[in-house]
């Protein structure tokens, strides 16, 4: 047994030790197989896009399993779970690249009074519920300096209409 220790690198009571501890490495690997049976479920369940925290967070709210994220992390690897990278999307750099959201420049510097009605024009929308917890959309223009609704319209939908 010296000899073969020797061959191979290993002390002689580093080999009894691991000999030793095979009934243990087999247990954990038994309830590695039954962890990694939920991990994947929920890995295909989600089309393979969530990762080792995500799979915790449903794991504890849906599941009631308890697991730390450290070993799920070492189970996906153990069991080649990658999850795929959201790709970024392409509008969002057409939007940067025209300016299509471009802010505009604070010409009022919050004094809303000018004097002079109708040059300054206030608008905002606003939700109010109504019976059995529906939704109803209030926009309306008000003037800077007299304080004067000058218009209002009521929506069920918050769409573009609402504002034009």
């Known amino acids: 047994m010296s000899y073969l220790c020797e061959i191979a690198g290993v002390c002689r009571s580093g080999y009894y030790a691991w000999l030793k501890s095979a009934p243990i490495r087999q247990r954990k690997d038994f309830d590695d197989e039954i962890d990694i049976e939920l991990i994947q479920f929920i890995f295909q369940q989600k089309k393979e896009k969530v990762g080792a925290l995500q799979i915790k967070m449903i794991l504890e709210n849906d599941y009631f399993v308890e697991m730390n994220h ?89 769409e573009m209409d609402i504002v034009l």
């Open 70 to 158: 450290k070993k799920i992390r070492r189970l996906m690897r153990k069991y080649q779970l990658i999850a795929k990278v959201r790709k970024a999307k392409p509008y969002k750099k057409m939007a940067k690249a025209t300016q299509e959201h471009h802010t505009c420049p604070n010409l009022l510097k919050r004094e809303f009074n000018q004097e002079e009605p109708g040059k300054v024009l206030l608008t905002d929308i606003t939700y109010l519920y109504y019976s059995n917890g529906q939704k109803a959309y209030l926009s309306c223009v008000k003037d800077g300096s007299t304080n004067e609704i000058l218009a209002h319209y009521l929506s069920s939908s918050l």
